[in-house]
């Protein structure tokens, strides 16, 4: 692979890594084990970008980025002690919203993502390609491997499952 080939990647590839890290953040619920994940997703993609034909790269590097991460959950479905100790639900001091805003919105950031972690991974994956990373159902279809009518009900039955989560009725979570 030349220099040429390495800044075509950078360009194309490279601005889909947020995206990326989201997926795999989601699918495999610890952020370490989503880097290590999107971390290999870029080298295979950078592996294999010689055999990538112009297509829609955000769907493709998502594709990589899916399968790293099932195949990480094979290796490691012995491993199921998520025990996180980030600080991802610190709330910032310098905030300028009063405190009990700051908490609320942590508080309701922390329910809605224990409601999607909680989500088969089937209707897991694609609420985050839908509803986080704004994908289209064609788009999703290519990454997972199905019809767009199995995408679009695994989707409704992923909203029907956050809506009784959450204690809401069908109308309500559409």
């Known amino acids: ?81 998520n025990i996180s100790f980030s600080d991802d639900s610190a709330v910032d001091v310098s905030d300028a919203r009063p405190a009990d805003a700051a908490a609320i919105e942590a508080s309701d950031r922390a329910a809605v993502n224990r409601a999607v972690a909680a989500l088969p991974t089937e209707f897991r994956e694609v609420i985050v390609l839908r509803e986080i990373d704004g994908l289209s159902y064609k788009e999703i279809s290519d990454i997972v491997g199905a019809p767009i009518g199995t995408v679009m009900s695994r989707l409704a039955r992923a909203r029907k499952r956050l809506a009784a989560a959450f204690g809401l009725g069908a109308q309500e979570a559409s």
């Not at 370490?32 to 971390?39: G, S």
């Not at 112009?54 to 998502?62: K, V």
């Not at 594709?63 to 290796?75: E, F, K, M, S, Y």
């Open 1 to 81: 692979m030349g220099q040429q080939d390495v800044d075509r990647f950078e360009r194309i590839i490279l601005p889909h890594l947020d995206d990326a890290y989201t997926l795999a953040r989601y699918l495999l619920r610890d952020e370490h084990d989503a880097q290590d994940a999107v971390q290999d997703a870029v080298l295979r993609a950078l592996r294999y970008f010689e055999g990538y034909r112009d297509g829609d790269a955000r769907a493709w590097l998502l594709a990589i980025v899916r399968n790293c991460c099932l195949t990480w959950q094979r290796r490691h479905s012995a491993d199921r002690f």
